[in-house]
């Protein structure tokens, strides 16, 4: 039994020409028309060939929207009724029918783009109260008149229009009039305006020159209507030679019916010949199938959403909505998995634009073995990354380096690094002395560190510092520059002074916090992890994998998609808009994507960007300004992995260890070389 359905709603059309009476009397709220009145609705229906278009046009939009929740949730998951508003079957008939499939949750979607309390608003009062009386939750979606599909076909369909008329002619954007009474602080002139800018900007339109925006299909009542009508516009062009020719284009309007076909085709097009226009009307959506299946994905943004809202059964699994990742990176990625087995039933989308997943982490064939072209390893000690392994079934392909030498470059040579050290920072004065007598003093200074008055870090309530600033304070200069410095600098590629402990090194800072002495508290940690450790000798520092890292990232995406996850590469996220509606305590996100193929549009209840800070910046401009020009200050630092393959013969000092690190004053621009063969036993 399905938990949710979806309700899709439109106006309404008289099955026969025998029905028009009893359609138009409904319109009417029960009063009957003149003989004169219906005697000329029959004929416009009859002018363009019968009255059924309209119910044809919305079976199929429903089928269509049907078809793509069916591919997105699987058949019948979501079940999806049909109600107009003023002929059968009705708004309420097809909220009966969802409640007779056993839904408890309904999402409303009225085909009108933009929103009117007068017309959007009634349909949804109707829903809701039919629905609230039957005991079950309805939530419905008040607009879509930005939607990137419907945006993108109106543009496409008006590129088409426009080339059948001369070049001087003039765009008039339309939708429906209404009494001006009800449009008194009502958001639709201005959706209108909104969805005619969208349209205009995206075919290289000039404002307002190009184009405007009227009204058409005025009722035949006394009290006024908004204008101007599209009829006097045309007159108008005409009298003031100002244009040639005009394309109308209903964007108000989702389906070729009698507003469509009579009032543009034949009235419009009949004016516009009278005063010697080139007349052309753009197509109407009907049921094109980019903006159904966007609209299928609305619906889901929206159901997701109310499932966070109305709070999910026992027999539901918990739910964060409709959640889109941009970013399919291991972070992307990671992040993707995470919700996914903390709410399974959240509807996650991860979006990356490459061609591929796990961005930095990339493994390919170099001479006949599996070489990584990012980074080959992650810290042991930190547990998340072991974890996630284990839980990926990539343990068994866990493996650590086969050496734990490694050399500095220090001074013109290569020089043995100390063992014993958590990045660089844990000295056993012994092996530090290997570095030479001539840094005996910052030696002596670093072995003191633990006798120096303990302190509260972050220091004066920062909340952070940089490593440099710390390693200086606590263990002098000779061991970041000859240590910390090559370590931390060589593998983040920048300048200790300017890394963040947090961000860098956190177990300087949870040393620093339980002990306030870094050497105690490393030395702690490194105890910690010895007890904990199965082994009966040291664990690890590093940990590789024999197939190489893009074993993990792409393990992580085979994961994601069997929990339910979408992930789409060569999508790239362009933007990210926000819309808050009505009743909803949160907002709805609309990801803006290039696919190589016209683009589309994502809609989601959450968004998280897992991109570069420039990227990210980008895609949050349009709604925080601030926070983007924060995160475009962000500088990255640039790296170039050069891999070589060199016969031992050519070099003379042994690969005995793991590589080299340099030292920041050494005048070179390598900050590290890894030995490979020699670091990893299956290379």
């Known amino acids: 039994m399905p938990a949710a359905g979806a309700l899709v709603m439109a106006y309404g059309s008289p099955a026969t020409l025998d029905d028009v009476e009893a359609y138009y009397t409904h319109i009417r709220r029960g009063r009957p028309p003149t003989e004169a009145q219906l005697a000329d609705l029959r004929e416009r229906y009859e002018a363009i060939g019968g009255v059924t278009t309209l119910t044809e046009r919305t079976a199929a939009q429903r089928r269509a929207i049907a078809a793509a929740l069916d591919e997105r949730r699987g058949p019948g998951a979501i079940p999806v009724a049909a109600g107009n508003k003023h002929a059968a079957p009705f708004i309420e008939d097809g909220v009966a029918e969802l409640v007779e ?139 003031t030679g100002r244009a040639d020719g005009v394309v109308v284009a209903p964007i108000g309007f989702t389906s070729d019916h009698l507003e469509l076909r009579y009032d543009l085709d034949i009235d419009a097009a009949r004016v516009a010949d009278e005063v010697g226009l080139a007349f052309a009307r753009t197509d109407a959506v009907n049921d094109d199938a980019a903006v159904m299946t966007s609209l299928a994905e609305r619906i889901l943004a929206e159901l997701d959403a109310a499932s966070l809202d109305d709070g999910a059964t026992s027999s539901t699994p918990p739910s964060c909505g409709r959640v889109v990742i941009v970013g399919g990176g291991i972070s992307g990625l990671a992040a993707a998995r995470a919700v996914l087995v903390a709410a399974p039933g959240s509807d996650v989308v991860v979006l990356e634009a490459a061609g591929r997943v796990g961005g930095k ?30 839980d990926l079934g990539l343990e068994a392909a866990l493996t650590s380096p086969a050496t734990s030498t490694a050399y500095l470059w220090v001074d013109g040579a290569l020089r043995p690094f100390p063992t014993g050290t958590v990045l660089g920072a844990e000295l056993e004065a012994a092996r530090a002395l290997e570095l030479g007598g001539r840094y005996d003093e910052g030696l002596a200074r670093a072995r003191a560190e633990a006798d120096l008055e303990p302190e509260t870090w972050p220091p004066d309530g920062t909340g952070d510092e940089s490593v440099g ?66 082994a009966t000798d040291q664990p690890p520092v590093f940990y590789g994998l024999r197939t190489g890292t893009q074993t993990l990232t792409d393990a992580l995406a085979a994961d994601i998609a069997g929990r339910g996850g979408d992930v789409r590469t060569g999508h790239a996220a362009t ?53 983007a020009a924060q995160l475009a200050t962000v500088d990255y630092a640039s790296a170039v992995l050069v891999t070589l393959a060199v016969p031992r013969t050519g070099i003379d000092h042994p690969l005995d260890g793991s590589g080299f690190l340099v030292a920041p004053d050494a005048g070179l621009l390598l900050t590290a070389c890894s030995w490979a063969s020699s670091k990893w036993a299956h290379l």
């Open 101 to 239: 499939a056993g839904v408890r949750t309904i999402v409303g979607l009225v085909l009108a783009p933009h929103y009117a309390a007068g017309s959007v608003g009634e349909y949804h009062r109707r829903a809701r109260d039919a629905a609230e009386a039957a005991g079950v939750a309805y939530h419905g979606i008040d607009s879509w008149h930005l939607d990137d599909a419907l945006v993108t076909f109106h543009a496409d369909a008006l590129e088409r229009a426009r080339a059948q008329v001369p070049a001087a002619h003039k765009v008039l954007f339309t939708a429906h009039s209404l009494p001006e009474r009800v449009l008194v602080d009502d958001p639709y002139p201005d959706q209108l305006r909104a969805s005619a800018e969208a349209i205009a900007a995206r075919v290289g339109l000039g404002p307002w020159g190009d184009w405007s925006v009227c009204w058409q299909s005025a009722g035949r009542t006394p009290e006024p209507w908004r204008g101007p009508d599209v009829l006097d516009v045309i007159r108008e062009l005409a009298a």
């Open 361 to 390: 982490i990339a493994t390919t064939p170099f001479a006949d073995r599996p070489v990584d072209c990012g980074a080959d390893a992650f810290l042991a000690r930190v547990p998340a990354a072991v974890e996630l392994c284990r």
């Open 469 to 534: 600033a710390l390693i200086r304070r606590r263990l002098g200069d000779e061991v970041l520059d000859r240590l910390v410095g090559p370590l931390l600098g060589g593998v983040n590629c920048g300048s200790a002074d300017e890394l963040s402990v947090l961000a860098g090194a956190p177990q300087f800072a949870e040393a620093m916090r339980t002990s306030g002495s870094l050497i105690t508290g490393l030395r702690a940690q490194r105890e910690a992890a010895a007890r904990a450790s199965d």
């Open 575 to 627: 933007g990210v808009d926000v819309t808050w509606t009505p009743g909803r305590q949160t907002p709805l996100f609309r990801v803006r994507v290039d696919d190589g193929a016209g683009g589309t549009t994502v809609h989601a209840d959450s968004v998280v960007l897992a991109t570069p800070d420039a990227i990210s910046a980008r895609l949050i401009s349009a709604f925080a300004p601030d926070e």
